[in-house]
């Protein structure tokens, strides 16, 4: 299959989703720079795309040595239809609860600011493939970001959700909260051959595909 990269952008209503049952980050300190140390461990991973054991997840270290964020690659995360493809495999979900954990939370928080999204499709022309991804703490609601792909598409795929300032959602100081990941893929054969596979993918298994969750830190009060 041939791979070509590719850069998509979610659309302007899903760049304004916000939080349902959360409030708008209030105004405090300006953003400061992640900490030194920055503990990420998959504390558990549910749904029939990630089987426990199918999630990986590290943290990033930038140039400076800060901690600005953590990767997370999933394994054999793939939906499908046509051919011999079983009914179940056209719709695949995973649910990823992380620890993550700065040097000090007391005196730090974090808001997810920014994801990128990565992965491959091979659709059939007439095919169409959708991607469905959220974020949040633990307790908490956040509405998910979708975009999706028509057949034909032979290529590897990228799509950056940006969340604005003034929305960002920062953990409250002190508190130890999970983080959880919600994604789904799915793939509706329409109008392509039925006799003929289509898919989309986050597997980043043996290649270097992969999510990249982007912090923002500021000092707590």
Same mark, same amino acid.
């Given at each position: ?5 590719? $850069? ?10 916000t ?15 992640? +900490?030194?140390?920055?503990?990420? *461990?998959?504390? !558990?991973?549910? %749904?029939?795309?990630?089987?426990? %054991? ?5 943290a ?7 901690? !600005? ?12 239809? %046509? @051919?011999?493809?079983? +009914? =179940?495999?056209?719709?695949?979900s ?5 620890? /993550? ?5 007391y ?11 990565? @992965?491959?499709?091979y ?28 057949? +034909? ?5 990228? /799509?950056?959700?940006?969340?604005? =300032? ?7 100081c @002190? ?5 959880? $990941?919600?994604? !789904? ?8 051959d039925?006799? *003929? ?7 980043? @298994?043996?290649?270097? $595909?992969?999510?990249?969750?982007? $912090?923002?830190w500021?000092?707590? +009060?």
């Open positions: 299959m041939r791979k070509r990269l590719v $850069l998509s952008v979610v659309s302007a209503a899903a760049l304004a989703a939080v349902a049952s959360v409030p708008p980050a209030a105004a405090g300190p300006r953003l400061v720079p992640g +900490p030194w140390h920055l503990t990420i *461990k998959v504390r !558990e991973s549910s %749904g029939p795309g990630c089987p426990k %054991g199918a999630v990986r997840a590290y990033d270290v930038d140039d400076d040595a800060y901690h !600005e964020g953590f990767t997370v690659v999933y394994d054999n995360y793939i939906a499908q239809a %046509g @051919g011999s493809s079983r +009914p =179940e495999m056209a719709r695949q995973c649910q990823v609860t992380l620890g /993550v954990r700065g040097s000090d939370p005196t730090y928080t974090y808001a997810i600011s920014s994801v990128d999204y990565e @992965g491959s499709a659709l059939q022309n007439g095919a169409k493939a959708f991607v469905s991804a959220a974020h949040n703490f633990q307790g908490y609601d956040r509405e998910p970001v979708s975009f999706s792909f028509n057949g +034909p598409y032979d290529a590897n795929w990228k /799509v950056t959700h940006q969340t604005p =300032e003034e929305r960002l959602v920062f953990l409250p @002190g508190q130890e909260r999970y983080v959880v $990941l919600t994604t !789904e893929l799915r793939v509706a054969p329409l109008t392509s039925p006799s *003929k596979v289509s898919f989309i993918s986050m597997d980043g @298994g043996d290649s270097s $595909l992969r999510t990249d969750y982007h $912090l923002s500021k000092r707590c +009060p």
